[in-house]
């Protein structure tokens, strides 16, 4: 063999074998939207660890990386991996991020819970809890994420609260003012994967978008849609109202990936990057 050739075919294979190396930011509660060119048949995504799921296209590889709202802003690494060999390694590294703080009047009933009322709130979390277990392995959604309402919106992702004084919690979704009775649409396309009324939310519609990647609509009047039903970005899909644990009318849009509750705006901002409007 043709000494050159030989030279230039052990390079290729070194330069093949050089694992891609990033480094990225991310805030508690937010996600961040990766993608990569890979080539692989076998190609799979760890964060601290945890297997993630990831859409392929060919050699384009997408996945959602979250980190918890209860970060400890310990930095850490998702791996693109091929049986051992790591392809890709992301270092994340957690900025801190402060957020507000608010106090709210609730019916008491839904604060101190009867054993009747905690039962049934056990039970729901058990059925929610196997819903955001079986997400579609692919991506299920069009376009970038969209807002679900156009008006003010009420209460921010992450605020921290003070019910009635005195039970303290987080508020993990974004609430937008709107009269009960007002249209809701689905933020993105996706599957219907909970339709029905919930002690905490009242009436609430979850829909699976694929990846691990829910969006919750709760409080509302009335819902719209069934379980099952693929729904397109837009569609009509329940009547804003006041069911649930709440202190007045408004929609509550809540957006859970990977199993923790993220910032809506944020996945907003991150698929207008990299989806069509
Ligand atoms: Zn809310």
């Not at 000494?3 to 290729?12: A, R």
């Not at 296209?57 to 980190?67: C, D, G, S, T, Y």
């Not at 693929?230 to 809540?254: A, C, F, K, M, Q």
């Amino acid at each position: 063999m043709n000494l050159m050739i030989f030279i230039l075919m052990i390079s290729i294979n070194v330069f093949a074998n050089t694992p891609i190396s990033k480094e990225m930011t991310i805030r508690p509660g937010d996600v961040r939207w990766l993608e990569l060119e890979l080539t692989g048949n076998d190609i799979k995504l760890y964060c601290k660890n945890n297997p993630i799921k990831v859409n392929k296209e060919n050699n384009k590889l997408q996945a959602a990386i979250v980190e918890t709202y209860f970060s400890d802003l310990t930095p850490f690494t998702c791996e693109f991996k091929e049986r051992d060999q790591v392809l890709a390694s992301i270092l994340f590294k957690v900025e801190k991020r402060v957020f507000l703080e608010e106090k709210l009047k609730v019916n008491p009933k839904t604060i101190k819970l009867s054993p009747k009322d905690q039962e049934r709130a056990d039970k729901e979390q058990v059925i929610l809890n196997k819903i955001y277990a079986s997400s579609f392995s692919n991506i299920l959604f069009n376009g970038s994420f969209r807002g679900p309402m156009n008006s003010t919106v009420t209460s921010v992702y992450g605020t921290r609260r003070v019910y009635n004084g005195q039970k303290k919690g987080q508020h993990l979704g974004i609430d937008y003012r709107a009269a009960v009775g007002e249209k809701v649409p689905t933020t993105n396309s996706g599957r219907v994967v909970f339709s029905g009324d919930l002690f905490y939310t009242g009436w609430t519609v979850i829909i699976d978008h694929g990846l691990d990647i829910f969006s919750v609509y709760g409080h509302l009047s009335k819902t719209l849609v069934q379980t099952g039903q693929l729904v397109e970005r837009g569609e009509l899909i329940g009547l804003s109202g006041n069911t649930g644990r709440t202190s007045g009318p408004h929609l509550h849009w809540g957006v859970k990936v990977q199993g923790h509750y993220i910032d809506g705006f944020v996945l907003i901002d991150e698929t207008k990057k990299y989806f069509n409007e």
